[in-house]
């Protein structure tokens, strides 16, 4: 019962997470915690008492996706807490694959969830506690976590030495927090920052899906022994200048046959290149490339997170 003039207590909830800011460097400097980026679910834990559920970055329940995840926390100290966190499949290697994630009841993946932050513990929300503070408190409930429940690792190394390490390791990439920040729910504010440890390739434009003044897609693949074989529709990473100089480069060759053999796509699911989208694209000649970034590429060789990063000159 709450007395007169007390406050009421706060009570675990889904609270929307704190979100990354995407950098081309990580800074270089005194008070920033490093940890390793995770590819997986961003999860929001949330038990009170004996009942538990796990929230997505949306508010999405993921609690029967991942039963042992929650039992778990029904067992770990702390009556009334919010967690938030990373739910992760680990390859052989014990590096986090969204692939496997993805297909889990397949692959028979390790499943495990790492937590990095604590938001609520027994009454009380700790957002306006610096996450030095937090990270203590987290420290100290982690004593009681089992698997597949395990805290998130602080990585104690000069930064250069710990960038090395990540990208040797084959880990998607690296996050930087203040270790003074709040936690600004819902919020990018740049206390916490985020670098991918991008691969790059070249792969070959055999054509384009138009839009309004350039194109919309650039349509790349790459060669196999019997022939050109399509990838990715290739939307993010362009400027509109970019875009202009694409289409320049491109527009001259122009041809009327598609130039994929693996075209067009059978597949159900999501927005398949099939017969019907196929009638809207504009082919070339396969003879111009482009550097692209992307972070992994799945079992099937699709390129997953892919960016335009700049126009090649001819194809081999």
């Not at 290149?273 to 590429?297: I, N, Q, T, Y």
Request: contains cysteine.
């Amino acid at each position: 019962m709450v007395q007169r003039g007390e406050a009421p207590k706060a009570h675990p909830r889904f609270i929307e997470p704190m979100e990354c800011l995407a950098v081309p460097s990580l800074p270089d400097a005194g008070g920033w915690i490093y940890e390793v980026k995770l590819d997986g679910y961003r999860v929001i834990a949330v038990k009170d008492g004996k009942d538990v559920a796990l929230y997505s970055r949306y508010g999405n329940s993921l609690t029967t996706d991942f039963r042992s995840i929650a039992f778990s926390l029904q067992h770990a100290a702390g009556r009334r807490l919010v967690l938030d966190g990373e739910i992760v499949a680990l390859d052989h290697k014990g590096r986090p694959n969204f692939q496997q994630l993805q297909n889990r009841k397949r692959t028979k993946a390790e499943v495990v969830f790492y937590v990095f932050d604590v938001l609520h513990e027994n009454g009380r929300d700790l957002l306006d506690l610096p996450l030095g503070e937090r990270r203590k408190r987290l420290a100290s409930l982690a004593d009681s976590f089992h698997e597949p429940i395990r805290l998130a690792p602080i990585l104690e190394a000069p930064l250069d030495e710990i960038i090395e390490s990540v990208r040797r390791s084959g880990f998607e990439g690296l996050v930087a927090k203040r270790s003074t920040s709040t936690y600004e729910s819902g919020k990018r504010s740049g206390a916490w920052q985020k670098r991918r440890f991008n691969q790059q390739q070249a792969f070959v434009i055999g054509g384009y899906m138009p839009g309004r003044n350039s194109f919309d897609a650039l349509l790349i693949g790459e060669w196999h022994k019997d022939g050109l074989y399509f990838l990715k529709k290739l939307r993010t990473g362009f400027v509109p200048a970019t875009r202009q100089k694409v289409l320049q480069a491109i527009a001259p060759i122009r041809i009327t046959k598609c130039p994929f053999i693996n075209l067009p796509e059978q597949r159900r699911k999501g927005h398949p290149l099939d017969a019907a989208a196929m009638k809207d694209c504009v082919w070339v000649e396969p003879r111009m490339e482009c550097e692209v970034d992307f972070v992994e590429r799945t079992a099937g060789g699709k390129l997953r997170h892919a960016h335009f990063r700049e126009l090649k000159s001819q194809a081999a």
